[in-house]
């Protein structure tokens, strides 16, 4: 138990110093507002706290810390609930795209780690980890797809 | 205990720090876009975040300026997963309040985004036969039976162990994905949408069990076919929370058997097609 609330505020406190390089980087690429930052940036925050300490009791199901935010969030923004709009409106004046920025910084230099590994690697695993990747892909695209056009959604 | 950990350098500062200026020095770059034969290339922001956070590995830049490594280097990089779960946190907010709102269209689409999940499966048709054809034998199963992310990893040790030809196999197509499959997804998203599949049918496909390389494949896409960005977002955002409920289940009970069964049928005439072609048995 108290090892688990120190493990929350550890990475609550990771977490704040993300906003920050988020905010800092969208008002660079931006020019958004710093107050609209901060507002997203605590509602957005708000949740982040809900999904962690979710992630670090809730056991079953033993969910990933990304399936609890988007699941909280997901379900404070469903039409019916009388947050949805406040959430949205505060929220949504993060890029989605900018957000996301600094996970594929992270992912670059976790590779570095990687590098001396990869040399041990076979090229023939590398070629078929391409092709794992792709095949799972396209499979669903494909699926849904064919699906949307017979239903005519798409 | 609590002194000794703050004297020992986590690679947390630096860490974050090396973000932000990826971040900034990537956006400040922005999108590069140039013909190579006739074909217009476009190079996104988000891959020069990617290439950058690579480069500053101290087996690359390091070597050429030494100073980097003081920055840049072991504890920096092993603390780098544990950040980017963090910001997974955020982005996983993004994409729940593009969903949320959005239930009614999500819900439509219902049918279509319970029955892409099978497609995880698409690996067993295409990525096994040439592992098998390769001559990876019962790495095969292993590397092909899944996208081979924690999960899977889980999975394989347990039944196999990570010794196994199965459990290499796994480890393989881990390794290779945790290296290359951003910067795969990042291209993969925009080819797949000019040889003619549908932005919606390229999202619902796009949570297939790894958050990172879901964010590179979304990203993407949104950047490839802005216009769609809304359903975009609402569609992966639901595929990646089925598949992160439902994703370990499918690896176990269904997945996994699949391919043993389809390495049981196949692997004789495969191999006996291999020695014919390589003139050896393999």
């Given at each position: 138990?108290?090892?688990?609330?120190?493990?929350?505020?550890?990475?609550?406190?990771?977490?704040?110093f993300?906003?920050m390089?988020?905010?800092?980087?969208?008002?660079?690429?931006?020019?958004t507002?710093?107050?609209?930052?901060?507002?997203?940036?605590?509602?957005s925050?708000?949740?982040?706290?809900?999904?962690?300490?979710?992630k670090?009791?809730?056991?079953?199901?033993?969910l990933?810390?990304?399936?609890?935010?988007?699941?909280?969030?997901?379900?404070?923004?469903?039409?019916?609930?009388?947050?949805?709009?406040?959430?949205?409106?505060?929220?949504?004046?993060?890029?989605?795209?900018?957000?996301?920025?600094?996970?594929?910084?992270?992912?670059?230099?976790?590779?570095?780690?990687?590098?001396?590994?990869?040399?041990?690697?076979?090229?023939?695993?590398?070629?078929?980890s391409?092709?794992?990747?792709?095949?799972?892909?396209w499979?669903?695209?494909?699926?849904?797809?064919?699906?949307?056009?017979?239903?005519?959604?798409? | 205990?609590?002194?000794?950990?703050?004297?020992v350098?986590?690679g947390?500062?630096?860490?974050m720090?090396?973000?932000?200026?990826?971040?900034?020095?990537?956006?400040?770059?922005?999108?590069?876009?140039?013909?190579?034969?006739?074909?217009?290339?476009?190079?996104?922001?988000?891959?020069?975040?990617?290439?950058?956070?690579?480069?500053l590995?101290?087996?690359?830049?390091?070597?050429?300026?030494?100073?980097?490594?003081?920055?840049?280097?072991?504890?920096?990089?092993?603390?780098?997963?544990?950040?980017?779960?963090?910001?997974?946190?955020?982005?996983?907010?993004?994409?729940?309040?593009s969903?949320?709102?959005?239930?009614?269209?999500v819900?439509?689409a219902?049918?279509?985004?319970?029955?892409?999940?099978?497609?995880?499966m698409?690996?067993?048709?295409?990525?096994?036969?040439?592992?098998?054809?390769?001559?990876?034998?019962?790495?095969?199963?292993?590397?092909?039976?899944?996208?081979?992310?924690?999960?899977?990893?889980?999975?394989?040790?347990?039944?196999?162990?990570?010794n196994?030809?199965?459990?290499?196999?796994?480890?393989?197509?881990?390794?290779?994905?945790?290296?290359?499959?951003?910067l795969?997804?990042?291209?993969?998203?925009?080819?797949?949408?000019?040889?003619?599949?549908?932005p919606?049918?390229?999202?619902?496909?796009?949570?297939?069990?790894s958050?990172?390389?879901?964010?590179?494949?979304?990203?993407?896409?949104?950047?490839?076919?802005?216009?769609?960005?809304?359903?975009?977002l609402?569609?992966?955002?639901?595929?990646?929370?089925?598949?992160?409920?439902?994703?370990?289940?499918?690896e176990?009970?269904?997945?996994?058997?699949?391919?043993?069964?389809?390495?049981k049928?196949?692997?004789?005439?495969?191999?006996?097609?291999?020695?014919?072609?390589?003139?050896?048995?393999?």
């Open positions: 138990m108290k090892e688990a609330t120190s493990q929350i505020l550890e990475q609550i406190k990771i977490v704040i993300i906003y390089i988020i905010c800092v980087v969208q008002m660079f690429s931006l020019g507002a710093p107050m609209e930052l901060l507002k997203a940036s605590l509602v925050f708000t949740m982040v706290v809900l999904a962690i300490t979710a670090n009791f809730v056991k079953h199901p033993n990933p810390g990304f399936a609890w935010a988007t699941l909280i969030s997901f379900v404070l923004t469903l039409p019916v609930s009388p947050l949805s709009d406040f959430i949205v409106g505060t929220v949504g004046k993060f890029n989605f795209s900018l957000v996301g920025l600094p996970l594929l910084a992270f992912a670059g230099i976790s590779v570095g780690e990687q590098l001396g590994v990869l040399k041990k690697l076979s090229w023939k695993i590398v070629l078929i391409f092709l794992v990747m792709a095949s799972t892909y499979g669903s695209a494909l699926i849904s797809q064919v699906v949307m056009s017979l239903n005519g959604t798409i | 205990m609590e002194e000794k950990t703050s004297k350098r986590t947390t500062v630096n860490c720090i090396a973000a932000l200026i990826i971040c900034l020095i990537a956006e400040a770059i922005g999108p590069l876009e140039f013909q190579v034969m006739g074909i217009d290339v476009r190079i996104m922001t988000m891959i020069w975040a990617i290439i950058i956070g690579i480069l590995s101290p087996h690359l830049l390091g070597k050429v300026i030494p100073a980097l490594q003081k920055v840049i280097s072991k504890p920096e990089i092993e603390r780098s997963p544990f950040l980017l779960s963090m910001v997974l946190y955020p982005l996983g907010i993004m994409f729940g309040i969903a949320g709102p959005q239930i009614g269209v819900f439509e219902g049918l279509a985004l319970v029955l892409q999940e099978f497609g995880n698409g690996t067993m048709l295409i990525a096994l036969p040439l592992a098998i054809f390769m001559g990876l034998g019962r790495s095969s199963v292993g590397a092909t039976f899944s996208l081979c992310r924690d999960t899977a990893l889980g999975i394989t040790g347990d039944k196999y162990g990570l196994s030809d199965e459990g290499i196999g796994t480890l393989g197509t881990y390794i290779s994905g945790s290296i290359f499959g951003t795969f997804y990042s291209f993969l998203a925009p080819i797949s949408l000019m040889i003619g599949f549908h919606y049918a390229l999202a619902m496909a796009s949570g297939m069990g958050a990172s390389m879901m964010q590179a494949a979304t990203a993407a896409l949104v950047n490839a076919a802005p216009a769609y960005e809304e359903q975009i609402a569609y992966s955002a639901t595929s990646g929370l089925l598949t992160s409920i439902t994703g370990v289940y499918m176990l009970f269904l997945a996994l058997p699949l391919a043993n069964l389809m390495y049928k196949l692997h004789r005439p495969i191999e006996g097609l291999r020695a014919k072609v390589f003139g050896k048995k393999a």
